[in-house]
C-alpha cells in the first residue's frame, strides 16, 4: 500500500464542525463592515515579489525570512504567496484607479502564508480579515476603524481585549527619533541579539518590534518615538484619541507599538488579550497614508487592519464557544385578528434590521410563551384579540424584570424597544468608563 500523504506542517485543515464556526464569524464580521461602508474585494493569492518586498519593506522578519517565493517555471517570473493583504489591495486599487477622485473602503477575508515556527495561534497558512480605507486623511477614519473592531467584540461577546496606540508619526519625525535611537541603542552592543545587530543601522525601529524577551526589557528604556512627534502628527493622534473618548472606548498609549511591517505612519494600534499566551495580538493595523504612492500610485491616504481569524477562533474557544445564536423577539399570539396583526408588527420590527421569530402553530399562551424563553429571545410581544382590537401589543422584556411587561401602540413597539436598548448601552459605556 502506498503511503498515505498529509497536509503540509502548519498548513492545517478546517474541519466541518469547525469550519461551521468559521463561517459564522466571518458573516457576522461582514454584517458589521457593510454597516460602516466597507464592500468586499477579492485578489489574488500568488502575487509578484517585488510588490511585497517594495510595501513590506526588505528589512522585516516577513521578507527576510517568512515569504513562500518561487520562480515561475514557465516564465521565470518571481512570485510569492501572499504573507499579508494590504499590498496586493493597494495594488489592485493603483491598477483599477479605485480610489481615483473618490474615497474607498475595502475588505477582504482569506488565507495566508508565512514561513514560520508553527505553534498555537501561530500557522504557516492562517486567515486573515482585512479592512482597508483609502482616500481620507483625518482621524475619523482611524478612530472609526477601532470604534468598529470594539462594536464586533461586543457582538462576539469577547471581554478583556486590550486596545494599544500609538503613532509612528512621519517620516521625518522618525528621522530624528532614528538617529538618537541608534545612538541609544550602540551602548547596548553586547545585548544585541543577531537580528538586533543586523537591523541596528538598516531599521533600528523594528528592534523596538523584538519578540526577544531580554531585549524588549532593554527597549523599555529607548528614546521614545511620540516625543519626537511634529505638530500635525500630535494632533492627528489626538483626534483619534478624542473620539475613542467621546464613544467610550477605553486604550492605552504603548510607545514601544511599532509594527512589524514598513508602510505604516501616524496611527498604529493592536488589539490584545493575555488569554491565548505568547501569540496574544488578536488584530493589528494603522495608517499607511505613503504606500499607494510608494507602490507608483498617486498619492492617497489609506488606513487599514488585519484580523487574525485563527486567533480570534482560539480566543472565542477559551471564552466558551459563541454565545447562542437568539432572535432579538419572539411573537405569540391567538386569535384571528391578533394573527393578523402579529405578521404585521413582525414585519415592521424587521423593517427595523430586528430578529423576529413569530410563532406558527397555535397553542395556548402559556406554552407559546415557553417557547418563546426557550428560544433565548430578548422580548416577547404577546397579541390576543384584546389588544388586537385596539391596535396594541403586549411587550415583554424575556430577562429584564424592571422593564416587565407594558401595553403599548404596536406602531409604538419599534421605538421603545431602541430606547431601552440605547439606555442599556449608555449604562455599559458608563460602566466600562
Ligand atoms: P506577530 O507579531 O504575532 O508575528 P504580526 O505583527 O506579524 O504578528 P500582522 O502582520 O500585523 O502580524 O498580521 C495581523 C494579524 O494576523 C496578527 O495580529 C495575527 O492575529 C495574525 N497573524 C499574523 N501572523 C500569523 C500566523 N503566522 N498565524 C496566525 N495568525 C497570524
Ligand atoms: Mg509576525
Redesign the pocket.
Known amino acids: 500500500m502506498s503511503k498515505i500523504l498529509q497536509s503540509i506542517r502548519g498548513m492545517p485543515d478546517i474541519l466541518p464542525p469547525e469550519a461551521e464556526a468559521w463561517e459564522t464569524i466571518e458573516n457576522l464580521i461582514a454584517c458589521r463592515l457593510q454597516q460602516y461602508g466597507y464592500k468586499p474585494i477579492r485578489m489574488p493569492i500568488v502575487e509578484p515579489t517585488p510588490l511585497f518586498k517594495r510595501a513590506i519593506g526588505e528589512v522585516t522578519?516577513?521578507v527576510e525570512k517568512e515569504m513562500y517565493s518561487f520562480t515561475d517555471s514557465l516564465n521565470g517570473e518571481q512570485l510569492t504567496l501572499r504573507?499579508?493583504g494590504t499590498a496586493g489591495c493597494a495594488r489592485a486599487v493603483i491598477q483599477h484607479g479605485l480610489a481615483n477622485q473618490t474615497t474607498q473602503r475595502l475588505y477582504y477575508m482569506g488565507p495566508?502564508f508565512?514561513h514560520?515556527r508553527p505553534q498555537k495561534?501561530?500557522?504557516?497558512q492562517?486567515h486573515?480579515i482585512g479592512v482597508e480605507a483609502f482616500g481620507m486623511k483625518g482621524p475619523i477614519v482611524d478612530a472609526e476603524q477601532i470604534l468598529m473592531i470594539a462594536r464586533l467584540w461586543d457582538d462576539i461577546g469577547l471581554p478583556g481585549i486590550r486596545l494599544q496606540l500609538n503613532s509612528l508619526g512621519e517620516a521625518e519625525e522618525r528621522v530624528r527619533h532614528r538617529a538618537d535611537l541608534i545612538t541609544w541603542l550602540e551602548k547596548f552592543q553586547d545585548i544585541l541579539d543577531e537580528d538586533a545587530k543586523r537591523r541596528l543601522y538598516t531599521n533600528p525601529l523594528r528592534i523596538l518590534?523584538t519578540?526577544n524577551p531580554a531585549l524588549q526589557e532593554m527597549c523599555a528604556g529607548a528614546p521614545r518615538l511620540l516625543d519626537y512627534l511634529g505638530e500635525a502628527s500630535r494632533a492627528h493622534f489626538e483626534g483619534v484619541q478624542q473620539i475613542l473618548r467621546d464613544v467610550g472606548i477605553p486604550f492605552e498609549i504603548n510607545p514601544r507599538l511599532v509594527?512589524?511591517?514598513d508602510y505604516y505612519n501616524r496611527t498604529v494600534f493592536?488589539w490584545v488579550t493575555d488569554r491565548l499566551g505568547a501569540?496574544g495580538?488578536?488584530?493589528?493595523?494603522g495608517r499607511y497614508d505613503s504606500l499607494v504612492e510608494q507602490l507608483g500610485g498617486k498619492p492617497t491616504p489609506a488606513c487599514g487592519f488585519?484580523?487574525?481569524v485563527?486567533?480570534?477562533l482560539g480566543l472565542i474557544e477559551a471564552n466558551g464557544g459563541l454565545p447562542p445564536d437568539a432572535p432579538d423577539i419572539y411573537l405569540v399570539h391567538q386569535g384571528e385578528a391578533a394573527r393578523r396583526l402579529a405578521v404585521q408588527t413582525a414585519e415592521r420590527l424587521r423593517d427595523a434590521y430586528k430578529t423576529v421569530l413569530l410563532h406558527d402553530g397555535g397553542g395556548s399562551f402559556k406554552s407559546q410563551m415557553k417557547k418563546a424563553d426557550a428560544s433565548g429571545a430578548e422580548f416577547a410581544v404577546i397579541i390576543g384579540d384584546d389588544e388586537a382590537a385596539t391596535g396594541d401589543v403586549q411587550l415583554k422584556h424575556l430577562r429584564d424584570e424592571a422593564f416587565g411587561q407594558q401595553r403599548i401602540k404596536a406602531e409604538a413597539i419599534d421605538d421603545i424597544i431602541s430606547n431601552y436598548l440605547t439606555e442599556k448601552f449608555d449604562l455599559n459605556t458608563e460602566r466600562k468608563n
Not at 495561534?121 to 504557516?124: D, L, N, P, Q
Open positions: 522578519d516577513i504573507p499579508e495566508m508565512r514560520e495561534g501561530r500557522y504557516r492562517f486573515q518590534d519578540k509594527r512589524g511591517l493592536e501569540q495580538t488578536i488584530c493589528a493595523g488585519a484580523m487574525g485563527e486567533r480570534l
